[in-house]
C-alpha cells in the first residue's frame, strides 16, 4: 500500500512506469488460438524526488515501486522518503524530463498515463544463469 499526502493528485504527462513481471499465461484470440502474455504488476509509482537542471545539472523525477519495510533502507535514503511524506520502496529509478517542475513530491504515476496503441520500451534484468564453460 502506497501512503501519500492527501493533496496527491495523479501525474498525466509522465509516460514512464515501474513494474515487475508477475509471470507467464495465455489468452485466445477471435479465432480461439491460444497466445502467449505476460502478466506483468505495474505501478502505482508515487515521485519520490525531483532532479532539477540548476542544482543537478539535468531535470528528472525519481520514482519509486515495491514499498519495504524502514528498517530495509538506511538512514539517509529513509530521510528521503520521509521528506517526501512516503513509506519506503525498494526501487528508486531516474526517469529523465523536459522541465520538473511540472511535477511535485507525492504525485502518482499510474497507467491513465497510457492510452491504448502507445509504444511501450520495457527494459529489464535478466535471471542469470552465470559460466556454463564445457557443459556447452
Known amino acids: 500500500m502506497v501512503e501519500t499526502s492527501p493533496t496527491a493528485q495523479p501525474t498525466p504527462k509522465l509516460k514512464a512506469i515501474l513494474g515487475r513481471k508477475l509471470g507467464m499465461t495465455q489468452i485466445f484470440d477471435a479465432q480461439g488460438l491460444s497466445r502467449p502474455a505476460t502478466e506483468l504488476e505495474a505501478g502505482p509509482c508515487p515521485i519520490v524526488d525531483l532532479r532539477t537542471k540548476e542544482k543537478d545539472g539535468y531535470a528528472a523525477v525519481v ?51 497510457f492510452e491504448a496503441g502507445d509504444y511501450v520500451d520495457v527494459a529489464g534484468v535478466s535471471k542469470g544463469k552465470g559460466f556454463a564453460g564445457g557443459v556447452k
Not at 512516503?86 to 504525485?107: H, I, N, Y
Open 63 to 113: 520514482l519509486g515501486f515495491c514499498a519495504v519495510a524502514e528498517k530495509s533502507v538506511n538512514k539517509p535514503q529513509l530521510g528521503v522518503f520521509k521528506k517526501a511524506g512516503l513509506t519506503p520502496f525498494s526501487w528508486l529509478r531516474e526517469v529523465r524530463v523536459a522541465e520538473s517542475t511540472a511535477f511535485k513530491q507525492g504525485d502518482i504515476v499510474t497507467l491513465n498515463s
